[in-house]
């Protein structure tokens, strides 16, 4: 209880302090990271590692999915969750194909993603476009709540 205490104090400190651009960044790290640690598990035959971070990532895409503002967010959240949508659906043909490949394929776009949302970062702003998502607070995600590894 005391760790998940300390995990909730320290995302409430990062929300504080932490651009929201950057905190997507970040969320896509960490989608990247579960991806990369599902393909290794799927070369080496580990199954139930390759389910669990497949479920990872999928959780932190399922949390930036149901963020989005349908309302505010303009042309982008559609597109946005059509992505989303799309990365879930492959997530879980990892699990059912067993194949690499896919993590190899996912990697690639969400990585592209992540690139713009980097870019969008570093610049604090950027025309709404689906390469580069807008820094307006109607059309970025909302942060969800900490998602736990």
Not at 50 to 78: N, W, Y
Request: aromatic share 4%.
């Amino acid at each position: 209880m005391m760790t998940m205490q300390k995990a909730l104090n320290a995302y409430g400190q990062a929300e504080e302090t932490i651009p929201p651009a950057k905190q997507i960044v970040m969320l896509y790290d960490g989608v990247l990271r579960h991806i990369a640690n599902a393909r290794s598990a799927v070369v080496d035959r580990r199954i139930n590692d390759r389910f669990m971070a497949v479920q990872k990532a999928t959780l932190i895409l399922e949390a930036l999915q149901s963020c989005l503002d349908h309302e505010q967010g303009g042309d982008i959240a559609p597109q946005l969750d059509r992505l989303y949508n799309h990365y879930i659906f492959r997530l879980q043909a990892i699990n059912v194909q067993d194949d690499p490949a896919i993590c190899d394929e996912l990697s690639a776009q969400i990585g592209e993603l992540r690139e713009s949302w980097a870019t969008l970062a570093k610049s604090g702003t950027a025309k709404p476009t689906p390469e580069a998502p807008s820094a307006s607070p109607a059309a970025r995600p909302h942060m969800p709540a900490p998602v736990t590894a």
